[in-house]
Every structure is written in C-alpha cells, then in structure tokens.
C-alpha cells in the first residue's frame, strides 16, 4: 500500500524558517516524481514545488522561488520542503504528493497524475 | 501560468447526472490528453478520480467519467449520491515547469 507520511509543520513567526518530511513507503520512491502542493484554508490547490526521481532537477511556484528549496533523500524514502523567510501568505496545509509519468511513442510526459498524496501538515506564520 | 478555470459550484439532486468544466487553451488541455481530476473532502486530501483524460484508477466509481472537446475538459457524475458533496480540482500537463490546478468546483448534492 502506497503512503506519504508529512510531519514538520507547526506555528511559526513571520521571517522564520520550517523544514517539512514527507516519509514514503510502499512503492519504489526513488523511481518517481515528487511534489508539494499547499492549501490555504478555505482556499484551493496549489502547487508549490516538484523534484524528479533522482533529485537532479527542481521547479517552483513564483511565490516561493528562491525562498523555498524542495530536497529528497533516496535512501531513506524520504521528501523534504526546506522554508526560509516565511510569510503570512504561506499559512496553509502542506501535502506532498507522488506523480505518475504517462508514456507513448517513446516519449514520457511528466508529470501526468499526482496519484497519491499525503495527509497534508499544517504551516501557520503569525506573529 | 494561468490557472484552469472551473466554475465555483454546482449542485445536483440525488440520481442526477452533473458535468464539470474544466476550461484551458490550446497549450494545455487542447494539446495533450493529459487532464486529471481530484475529489477532496473538507480537512482531507485530495484523491485521484481521473487520469489522462478518461481513466479510472482501480476503486473509482463507474459513475465518475471524463471527457474532453477542445480546450475544455469535463467531469461527469452520474447517479448522483450524498457522498458525492466535496469539493473537485482539475490538472492538465503543459509541458511547462511551472503546474497549475483549476481553482476548484464545490458540488452540493440537494
């Protein structure tokens, strides 16, 4: 059975920092692409961050870009979301989230299908 | 990167059938069959209904289906049951670095 496991989250100041885990199990963690997507409450979906298999390539939302740095440590099924200089605006549940590739022709398109997601771990930035 | 425009609610009445809009362009959902969707209950994670446009994951409903005509994807219910009430989020692959949900569709089951 696939899981993600977040932990991390908590209350902190404006212009602190958190680091969130997302513990993998189940699958082949190191065959697959790996996300962040955040939640403001009452608000919708957004992604913040991806890593592929090996770790050698990252993307981020504009908001996070150079505040944020997604990681992951193979060897132990393990995700990471390093935040530094958090904002209010960051307040939110954080779920990571595992994608699918979809491959035809001898091409492979990623990411296709975030198909299964954690449980999420709240972030709160006040003062 | 736009988001994927979707509409805010919409309601149907038990054994109904209900379709949402998923609305792109031509850079996403027009050029790749590539549309997810996801059901999210209040305070729990999202869970995947749709994938590349018309599939099913193993455990989905039948009565959930997917469809796609030009640049708009769509997410049809039918049957319509209580425990359909949540909330559904659409995704499209855009060849892009950067991803985009749609804004998400609140279906209310009178």
């Known amino acids: 059975e696939v899981q993600l496991v977040e932990s991390g989250g908590g209350l902190v100041q404006p212009g602190e920092s958190l680091r969130l885990s997302c513990v993998a199990s189940?699958?082949?963690?190191?065959?697959?692409?790996m996300h962040w997507v955040r939640q403001a409450p009452g608000k919708g979906l957004v992604w913040v961050s991806r890593l592929n298999s090996d770790g050698s390539s990252t993307s981020y939302a504009d908001s996070v870009k150079g505040r944020f740095t997604i990681s992951r440590d193979n060897a132990k099924n393990t995700l990471y979301l390093q935040m530094n200089s958090l904002r209010a605006e960051d307040t939110a549940v954080y779920y990571c989230?595992?994608?699918?590739?979809?491959?035809?022709?001898?091409?492979?398109?990623?990411?296709?299908?975030?198909?299964?997601w954690g449980q999420g771990t709240m972030v709160t930035v006040s003062s | 990167q736009s988001a994927l425009t979707q509409p805010a609610s919409v309601s149907g009445s038990p054994g109904q059938s209900i379709t949402i809009s998923c609305t792109g362009t031509s850079s996403d959902v027009g050029s790749y069959n590539l549309v997810s969707w996801y059901q999210q209950y209040p305070g729990k994670a999202p869970k995947l209904m749709i994938y590349?446009?018309?599939k099913r994951p193993s455990g989905v409903s039948n009565r959930f289906s997917g469809s796609k005509s030009g640049n708009t994807a769509s997410l049809t219910i039918s049957g319509l049951q209580a425990e359909d009430e949540a909330d559904y989020y659409c995704y499209s692959y855009t060849g892009s670095s950067s991803l985009v949900f749609g804004g998400g569709t609140k279906l209310t089951v009178l």
């Open positions: 590349e446009g018309s």
């Open positions: 989230a595992r994608t699918n590739a979809y491959c035809s022709g001898g091409t492979c398109y990623r990411p296709n299908a975030f198909d299964f």
């Open positions: 189940g699958f082949t963690f190191s065959s697959y692409w």
